[in-house]
């Protein structure tokens, strides 16, 4: 009975599925359109034929993704998942899954977007890392609603107080997340007490992104984000004014 | 019987070199070890372990040092995911799912070490099975790929993306081909490689060079393991590992005709473009099952059934650098990743590739295969400990090395947006029981597809008989035809109707 009914879970996510991939298909097959196809001028060559233009692929895959989506629609359809797919119970909503993974895609979406181009990547990271073990360890929703707010809200604020590029290395952005890391670390050792493997959060928060950046800044020579960054600007300054010439003179 | 010795006398000289520099040891012995970690920790797999470190060897150091990086935490990884199967019950990877079957069942009767042990010296001649037919084979295929053009490789990247939708597919067959084809409508994204015409850019000056590799594999693979993994889990008993470790001859003598006919098998599954360790380990499971007079225990603690599954996974990774090598087409995800490498360092895959490559990717596998049957001789014990660091506390960090992965491979924040955004699209996929794989091997061989289909329309002046008048064409295409044929309901029934007719 359980696998059937999640067959019929899939079926019913299939219909939106489809129906979204239809929509797709269709505005690519659309942007596809503006490729010209019969002659014109394509890339400065005119009276060139149909085989040489850059839609027939695109033609082929949106054309066969069109057709696959609608062959899943009638699936769909037969197997009964349109008559689910508006129900929460048809289409296998799980409120505290939807809650976890919401959670987690904002934490990352704050991290990537506001918080990594901006904010000192050893801060950043830190804060990150210390929010998503204290927020999803041991499964407490709380945790991990606290979590989210403190990373959604330096993610926030340094987007919006610093949206353009040249400013990204100002650091009021960078001073949040540290006092933010500092009152979530707070908040992890108060804990750590029954749950012995929130002490060593602290420790990996802090050496996981310092060993990483400076690895792949001293001993990879690669390009770091935030290079401007609060604590990163004193490593780089250090390591070529004060340590380098230890062993370079 | 000339050429098998100039083989060997080839693959001897890139030994020696790799053996006389002491940086050999250092990544080797490095990489193993972070790939059997990757692969005992549960929700971490051989698959991020190579494409994380692509992220960060890809190409910032020697090519030579790049490609003992990732294929040590390949070979480590595969092997690695046998710990948490013999003793939690709890596959490291998809590849050891079969292993649980057995190995959970011994350990439980006191018999962990002896199933570790042979299960450590079972993945290394798999390994090397792997290993060896990849240096004999890919020379000859070497040879014959020299006559294949344009219309062959346009059918092949198709057949590759459509075999591997339809055995990569958890639910129906349609959703591998959806996903396959999603890839493929990514890498056209860019300007077009015949002509230089800017397709889907929307005046993204950034998408001009299309979707770059590491981003795309670090999202598709790491942003829906990471996203998935952080939840809490009761954490599993781990059974505490009895018996010695060290195998002793007469068992390995004894299973030795398991061990080479599943090294075989494994081999055989991973030279078919776009499938991957977990389907060589249930082959061969299933196979062992068959033909063995235990079979009849296989699921209740056999060691035949252990080593078939251990056996093919290992012997998988030499038969999916196979087309990898040859063809420019990966044979598993993993080979996906490590296509990525190549790629970023330059390095194009396929009948042109240097030959010196091959022979150095051999003698890296063999020297990573013995690293790890060292490692899981002597310090499974490290590795047994690191089964009970829970997921909520390394995922984050999984999750920190992605980002500065993604991020220095093209320098630029674009990177990560487009990491992301993968991401999110593969975590949907994998919530609506979508193959990521397909979509990987897509991206990747899309930009091969649409050059070699145009130039193929282009040199005969639009005339489709191109795809069926040359013989390797002709076959490419029935088998193309074959496949999606096979899965239409008609085709099923007719099937099903001549299988009971012939039982």
């Not at chain 2, 450590?120 to 792997?130: E, L, M, P, R």
Request: hydrophobic fraction near 55%; aromatic fraction near 10%.
């Amino acid at each position: 009975m359980d696998k059937i009914d999640e067959t019929q879970v899939m079926r019913a996510r299939d219909f939106w599925a489809s129906v979204v991939m239809i929509a797709v298909s269709l505005f690519f097959l659309w942007k596809t359109s503006e490729i010209p196809l019969w002659g014109g001028n394509r890339a400065g060559v005119t009276g060139t034929d149909w085989y040489n233009s850059a839609a027939i692929v695109p033609l082929f895959i949106f054309g066969g993704l069109l057709v696959l989506s609608l062959v899943l629609l009638v699936i769909s359809i037969r197997s009964g998942g349109a008559q689910n797919a508006l129900s929460g119970v048809g289409i296998g909503w799980d409120r505290a899954e939807v809650f976890r993974s919401s959670t987690i895609g904002l934490m990352l979406l704050a991290y990537v977007v506001g918080l990594v181009p901006r904010v000192d990547f050893i801060l950043c990271s830190g804060l990150v890392i210390t929010a998503l073990t204290f927020g999803f360890y041991g499964g407490y929703t709380q945790r991990a609603l606290i979590a989210c707010l403190a990373v959604t809200f330096a993610g926030l604020f340094a987007f919006v107080s610093f949206p353009a590029q040249a400013d990204w290395n100002a650091h009021g952005d960078d001073w949040v997340t540290l006092i933010l890391w500092i009152f979530l670390t707070l908040l992890v050792l108060s804990k750590a007490g029954p749950e012995r493997v929130l002490r060593y959060v602290p420790f990996i928060a802090i050496l996981a992104p310092l060993i990483l950046v400076c690895a792949m800044a001293f001993g990879f020579r690669q390009n770091v984000p935030a290079r401007g960054g609060l604590i990163f600007k004193q490593i780089e300054y250090h390591y070529y004014v004060t340590l380098r010439p230890l062993w370079k003179d | 019987m000339d050429f098998i010795f100039s083989q060997l006398a080839g693959f001897g000289s890139a030994l020696v070199s790799l053996t006389a520099d002491p940086l050999t040891y250092l990544y080797l012995i490095a990489s193993v070890f972070l790939g059997i970690t990757f692969g005992a920790l549960p929700g971490l797999t051989a698959t991020l372990a190579v494409t994380i470190l692509t992220g960060f060897f890809g190409n910032k150091i020697p090519l030579d040092y790049s490609l003992i990086a990732l294929l040590g935490a390949y070979v480590g990884a595969i092997y690695g995911g046998s710990y948490p199967s013999i003793l939690l019950n709890i596959p490291g990877t998809a590849a050891s799912a079969a292993t649980a079957m057995d190995g959970y069942p011994l350990a439980k009767a006191g018999r962990g070490g002896e199933a570790l042990g042979l299960t450590t010296t079972a993945s290394f001649i798999g390994t090397v099975i792997g290993t060896l037919t990849l240096l004999i084979f890919v020379w000859a295929l070497l040879l014959v790929s020299k006559n294949i053009a344009s219309p062959e490789k346009a059918l092949l990247a198709l057949f590759g993306i459509l075999l591997s939708g339809t055995l990569m597919s958890e639910d129906l067959v349609i959703k591998g081909w959806i996903a396959g084809l999603i890839g493929l409508a990514m890498s056209m994204v860019g300007l077009d490689p015949l002509l230089s015409e800017p397709r889907y850019t929307f005046g993204w000056s950034y998408l001009l060079s299309g979707f770059q590799v590491v981003p795309v594999l670090m999202g598709a693979f790491a942003i829906p393991q990471i996203i998935d993994g952080l939840r809490h889990v009761e954490a599993g008993k781990i059974l505490a590992l009895k018996g010695r470790i060290l195998p002793n001859l007469r068992s390995i003598r004894r299973y030795l005709p398991t061990i080479g006919r599943s090294g075989v098998i494994g081999t055989g599954v991973g030279a078919l473009p776009g499938v991957g360790e977990d389907v060589a380990g249930w082959v061969s499971y299933g196979v062992g099952k068959t033909v063995s007079a235990e079979g009849d225990k296989f699921g209740r603690g056999s060691l035949e059934g252990l080593l078939c599954s251990e056996t093919a996974n290992n012997a998988c990774i030499g038969g999916a650098l196979i087309p990898l090598l040859v063809l420019g087409i990966p044979g598993s995800p993993p080979a996906a990743a490590l296509m990525g490498a190549f790629k970023i360092n330059n390095v194009i895959p396929g009948p042109t590739i240097d030959p010196e490559i091959i022979l150095r990717v051999v003698a890296i596998l063999v020297m990573a295969s013995l690293t790890m049957f060292l490692m899981g001789l002597f310090t499974a014990r490290v590795f047994i400990k690191i089964l009970a660091i829970p997921q909520t506390v390394f995922l984050p960090v999984v999750m920190v090395l992605t980002t500065i992965g993604s991020f220095s491979v093209g320098g630029g924040i674009n990177d990560l947006y487009l990491m992301l955004g993968v991401g999110a699209v593969a975590y949907f996929m994998n919530l609506m029981k979508y193959p990521i794989a397909p979509l990987v091997i897509g991206v990747i061989l899309g930009g091969l597809f649409d050059e070699t289909f145009r130039r193929s329309l282009f040199l005969s002046d639009g005339d489709l008989s191109v795809f069926f008048s040359r013989p390797g064409a002709a076959i490419l295409l029935v088998l193309n035809l074959g496949l999606i044929l096979s899965q239409l309901p008609a085709a099923k029934r007719v099937f099903l109707r001549l299988k009971g007719r012939s039982a």
